[in-house]
């Protein structure tokens, strides 16, 4: 008999590219092609190679500088003829249509930037019809100004073709209409998306609300799971969570809602957070707001700026805030010779010494723990408890729930 064997998808080749600027170093762009690279994984691709160029900005024309691209070229012709040859390459900024083009013609390969994978990734991710819908939205936005580069078939050619640049220009209008009233309904179903959603905050009842929020793949489902002992998915992938989810918890017979949002990232378009704001309505209309911080990556502290700045864009700076730092179990530290007179760093402080720094005084304290290994969880626990009840108490003072008792699923005996 005959076997079949189904061959797995093959795995699509990819370049990422930097740039080394005055405003950002060599070791920043490092860092940013680090993250890319893993967004890069995180939507099923396979970087091979990076490139970055130090330059005093991007070009206008082709981000990159004419020998750059050149050399990039080369590369991506000597690969033609491999087992995997090169698929896309993937630049670190948002690029413009003018030089999407432009590089495609000399690159004469897919070009992505790190907003168009973002979007990918948003829209594998999407699962309920709020997060789809402003997936979609996101999508048009950042299609509208690009829609020239699709069209450039039919531009006029030199030496004549009379004709070909009318309906060219038809066309495109054609586009950038249907583009503009899709995005018109699509805002519209998000409001009537979002009336739905504040009936069913009506409904909940005299709770307070903790929302968890923080950069991207910082523990934020797994420490949701361990909270409310439920099994959303969590994943060492960056936006593993996109849409929020909210669920019942309940420490010590006091009950609240926490909801799990979706995670924060650097160089994330305006248009981008704008069709995700209400996604974000949970944080904005918390009562408490546990920040998260992934306390063994070696840029927490940008992460903790860029969290703090997009919550400040949101109108939730002024919120009450836990400062939580996971992940200690996969911290490391390398110890300073005997002989090394050069200040330390955050690579050669151990965790005990970094416990007793600025940490220790942020919002009146921090707590530290491992979601993964479920260390000093019954203290953040405890924490928590005191927290919520102090809260609940100032804004339901007549509110009698606290000498009830209730079962697992929250209901008053």
Not at 3 to 17: N, Y
Not at 109 to 114: A, E, G, M, N
Not at 386 to 393: A, G
Request: charged share 30%; with cysteine; proline share 3%.
């Amino acid at each position: 008999m005959k076997e079949f064997v189904i061959s797995e998808a093959k795995v699509e080749t990819a370049i990422i590219v930097g740039l080394i600027t005055p405003q950002q170093n060599e070791k920043k762009t490092e860092e940013y092609l680090n993250e890319l690279e893993f967004l890069a994984e995180t939507a099923g691709a396979k970087v091979i190679r990076r490139y970055t160029q130090r330059v005093n900005g991007p070009s206008s024309v082709t981000y990159l500088g004419t020998g750059k691209l050149e050399e990039i070229a080369d590369y991506i012709k000597q690969k033609e003829d491999e087992e995997d040859p090169v698929g896309m390459v993937i630049f670190d900024d948002e690029l413009s249509a003018k030089q999407i083009r432009n590089i495609e013609k000399a690159l004469q390969v897919k070009i992505l930037d790190r907003t168009s994978l973002i979007l990918d990734i948003f829209a594998m991710r999407a699962q309920t019809a709020a997060a789809k819908t402003q997936v979609e939205l996101a999508q048009y936005r950042y299609m509208l100004p690009r829609l020239t580069r699709l069209w450039t078939h039919l531009e006029r050619q030199r030496g004549g073709s009379v004709g070909l640049r009318g309906p060219g220009e038809t066309q495109l209008e054609m586009d950038q209409r249907i583009i503009r009233h899709r995005i018109s309904l699509l805002k519209q179903r998000l409001v009537e998306i979002e009336q739905q959603k504040n009936t069913q905050r009506k409904n909940r009842g005299r709770l307070i609300r903790v929302a968890l929020v923080g950069y991207t793949n910082v523990g934020k489902s797994t420490l949701m799971n361990l909270l409310s002992k439920s099994d959303i998915f969590a994943e060492n992938k960056l936006f593993a969570t996109l849409d929020t989810t909210v669920r019942k918890v309940i420490i010590d017979n006091l009950p609240f809602l926490l909801s799990d949002t979706v995670g924060f990232i650097r160089k994330l378009p305006t248009d981008l957070v704008e069709s995700f704001k209400s996604t974000l309505d949970e944080v904005r209309e918390a009562d408490l707001l546990l920040h998260i911080v992934d306390i063994s990556h070696p840029d927490f502290e940008e992460q903790i700026q860029v969290v703090e700045k997009t919550l400040g864009d949101l109108g939730c700076a002024d919120k009450p805030q836990m400062i939580i730092f996971n992940k200690i179990d996969a911290y490391t530290w390398v110890e300073k010779e005997a002989d090394d007179l050069t200040p330390p760093t955050k690579e050669n402080i151990s965790l005990d010494e970094l416990m007793r720094t600025w940490m220790a005084k942020l919002n009146g304290g921090c707590l530290f723990v491992s979601a993964v290994k479920k260390e000093n969880i019954d203290i953040l626990k405890d924490t928590l408890y005191k927290k919520v009840r102090e809260m609940h108490v100032q804004k339901y003072p007549y509110n009698d729930f606290l000498y009830n008792t209730y079962d697992a699923d929250g209901n008053a005996e």
